[in-house]
């Protein structure tokens, strides 16, 4: 799954599977907003992270996420 091959790209610095991984992710909608804000969070996939948090179209939107479960796993940098 891509989780895992995040992983594995990310434990074998293999720096453009991880870029694929996440252009991949900008499309691909199986997984929420969320479980995609915490993967480009943890393997620091900076264009997906602007995706999606450019799609939030309000603040109630972006409070909701902290109801999340991935939500527990954001850095502090990321809940700021």
Known sequence: TLPHILSLGDRFQMKDV?????????TLSKFS????LHLSDQYRLEKLKNHCLLSYTNATEIGALESAP?????SDKLKA
């Open 33 to 36: 907003k969320a479980e995609k």
């Open 18 to 26: 991880i870029a694929q991984c996440g252009t991949h992710l900008m």
């Open 70 to 74: 991935e939500f527990a796993h954001f």
